[in-house]
């Protein structure tokens, strides 16, 4: 017959596996196409504030468990023996003697969000904020982006404009021998980028390299600048200035670039002639589908440096494999 040790401990051990499934219906997939509200941004840090807190119950069901297994479970806590009292311990760890006994067999790091959830409640914090310029590459379009960037293994990439890592990560996804580095001006969106490990090599990408830098050339640069005052065309006008020879910008430009009668926008259509790059017709409604939506029209421009040279003069249009509405503009 077991010993009552061993019964309390199989019981314990019973008590934190029921948990479990509750624990992770605290921390749900985010769903990046669910707008946030001031509502339901509260009701996802309620729950996670729970889902930390059942947590913290479940290691202390697994601890007593072992405690009682191994025969080093403290005097003042062998009764323990039920999920409502280890609770009632775990919410007040400084209530009495065997709430602080119970707490010394806790890891520091049990009850406390994971680095994806660090990420995660900074990426909702952004959103939330809705950052002028800040508008998420929807998942189609990033991989669109890739599709026609042709990232392969080794090759250098810049993402210019790189919000919460979104382009980044998909590349990071697609080819994960290729180097990835970012720019990103905002300081909560740096924050996210070197939370989840990205190199942020300047906080200005119109002003990259500084002159205290050394030149800076990249197989592929694929980008989703903001359009506010035209700036989609200064950046993607600086982009080809930093390509490798072969090198290759896929970029996300706003429709208005192509139809506006600005010298700013002439010109950027003249000199994409020049260049003989490619546009692609993004999909009417692709950003409003995100947690930042937009219902602005744009197209995805391809750009290449001819071999063996610096220029971004192409020596041939670069192919759009399978893209239907495809437009050559030169």
Not at 81 to 98: H, K, Y
Not at 249 to 262: L, N, P, Y
Request: hydrophobic share 45%; net charge positive; proline share 8%.
């Amino acid at each position: 017959m077991a010993n009552t040790a061993t019964v309390i401990a199989h019981r314990l051990r019973g008590l934190a596996a029921a948990m479990t499934a509750p624990i992770a219906q605290k921390f749900p997939a985010p769903t990046g196409a669910q707008r946030l509200t001031r509502r339901r941004l509260e009701l996802i840090e309620h729950a996670e504030r729970q889902g930390w807190h059942l947590q913290k119950v479940q290691a202390a069901l697994l601890a007593l468990a072992e405690g009682h297994e191994q025969g080093t479970v403290p005097p003042c806590l062998a009764t323990m023996t039920t999920r409502a009292a280890v609770e009632a311990l775990v919410r007040d760890p400084t209530a009495s003697a065997a709430s602080v006994a119970l707490q010394a067999l806790l890891p520091a790091s049990v009850g406390q969000p994971t680095l994806a959830q660090r990420i995660a409640r900074l990426e909702r914090e952004v959103l939330w904020l809705r950052l002028p310029g800040f508008f998420p590459t929807p998942a189609p379009v990033a991989e669109r982006l890739l599709d026609v960037a042709h990232i392969a293994p080794g090759m250098s990439v810049l993402e210019p404009s790189a919000g919460t890592g979104t382009l980044a990560d998909a590349i990071r996804c697609r080819c994960p021998t290729a180097t990835v580095s970012v720019i990103e001006w905002q300081h909560s969106l740096v924050e996210v980028l070197q939370l989840k490990g990205y190199e942020v090599l300047s906080r200005d990408f119109l002003t990259f390299p500084s002159p205290e830098q050394m030149p800076a050339r990249f197989d592929r640069l694929v980008m989703n600048p903001p359009f506010e005052q035209e700036q989609d065309i200064a950046h993607v006008r600086h982009a080809t200035s930093l390509l490798r020879p072969g090198g290759r910008v896929v970029a996300i430009v706003s429709e208005g670039a192509f139809v506006r009668q600005s010298r700013t926008a002439q010109a950027f259509c003249q000199w994409l002639a020049e260049q003989s790059s490619v546009t692609e017709a993004v999909p009417a409604g692709a950003f409003a589908q995100t947690g930042r939506p937009t219902a602005v029209r744009c197209r995805i421009v391809v750009i290449e440096a001819a071999p063996g040279s610096f220029s971004p003069r192409m020596t041939k249009t670069p192919c759009l494999q399978e893209t239907g509405d495809a437009a050559r503009t030169a």
